[in-house]
C-alpha cells in the first residue's frame, strides 16, 4: 500500500483480555517501530524491528507486551491481561534504513486502545 | 543515551507573529535531529530534518551544537501552524514531550 496501514482503529476490551494491533508497514520498508502515546504526551518508544529481528525491546513496559514481525513486513502488537493504564493510542512507523535514509519515519493513523 | 527536552508545553500566537520551538538535546556521537508535526486528526508527518537544512511550510531549524539546541522557527505564524510538534533525534527517536502550538487569529 501507499502508507502505513493499522487495524483496528479503534479497539475495546474489558480489562484482563488480550488484544492484538497489528501493523502493515510500507512494501519494502526495512526498519518497523512501535510506540504508545498516551493522550497529551508524546510517543513513547516500545520497540524496534530491523526486518525480522526484533533489535530493541526496552521500551515494552511490562511481560504482558509482545511484539512479532515474523517474516519482516506484517507486525503484531500483543497485550495480554489488559489493564486500564494500558490505554493509549498505539503508533506503527517504518522507514528504509540506509546511508541517506536518516530514519525519516512514515507513521500510521494508530490504533486507540481503551481498557473498561 | 540519546534525550530531547522541549520545555515549554503550550505555545500561543497571534497570527503572524513569529514563533519559536526550542528543542536541546544531549547526545554522544554525531547528532541527527528531526521535527515532526501532527496537526488535528491526522498521522504524525515529518516536517524537517537538520540534515537537508530545507525551510518547509517556512519553518527552519539550525542545529547549533555550541548550545546542543536544535530550535524551530517560523517568522510569520498561519493558523495552519495550529498542531503538536516534537522534536526527536535519530535512533529510536524518543520523542520529547512535544509543543502544543495555537495561533489565534
Known amino acids: 500500500g501507499a502508507g502505513v496501514s493499522q487495524s483496528p482503529r479503534y479497539k475495546v476490551a474489558k480489562r484482563g483480555q488480550d488484544v492484538a494491533l497489528r501493523c502493515d508497514p510500507i512494501?519494502?520498508?526495512?526498519?518497523l517501530f512501535w510506540y504508545q502515546q498516551a493522550l497529551g504526551q508524546g510517543p513513547e518508544f516500545l520497540t524496534y524491528?530491523?526486518?525480522?529481528?526484533?533489535?530493541?525491546k526496552s521500551g515494552l513496559p511490562s511481560d504482558r507486551f509482545f511484539a512479532e514481525r515474523p517474516e519482516g513486513s506484517v507486525s503484531t502488537l500483543k497485550i495480554q491481561r489488559t489493564q486500564q493504564e494500558d490505554s493509549a493510542v498505539y503508533l506503527c512507523?517504518?522507514?528504509?534504513?540506509?546511508?541517506?535514509?536518516?530514519?525519516?519515519?512514515?507513521f500510521g493513523a494508530g490504533s486507540r486502545l481503551t481498557v473498561l | 543515551a540519546q534525550r530531547v527536552t522541549q520545555p515549554e508545553k503550550l505555545l500561543s500566537v497571534f497570527k503572524g507573529a513569529p514563533v519559536e520551538l526550542k528543542c536541546n538535546y544531549s547526545y554522544s556521537g554525531s547528532p541527527e535531529l528531526f521535527w515532526y508535526v501532527q496537526y488535528s486528526r491526522q498521522r504524525l508527518q515529518l516536517l524537517l530534518r537538520?540534515?537537508s537544512r530545507e525551510s518547509i511550510k517556512g519553518f527552519t531549524a539550525d542545529l547549533n551544537k555550541g548550545e546542543t539546541s536544535f530550535h524551530l522557527k517560523k517568522p510569520f505564524a498561519q493558523e495552519e501552524d495550529s498542531a503538536m510538534y516534537y522534536c526527536?533525534?535519530?535512533?529510536?527517536?524518543?520523542f520529547g514531550k512535544g509543543n502544543q502550538v495555537v495561533v489565534i487569529p
Open positions: 537538520h540534515i
Open positions: 512494501s519494502g520498508h526495512v526498519s
Open positions: 512507523a517504518s522507514s528504509t534504513w540506509g546511508n541517506s535514509g536518516a530514519n525519516v519515519l512514515t
Open positions: 524491528f530491523q526486518n525480522e529481528a526484533q533489535l530493541d
Open positions: 526527536a533525534p535519530r535512533g529510536r527517536l524518543a
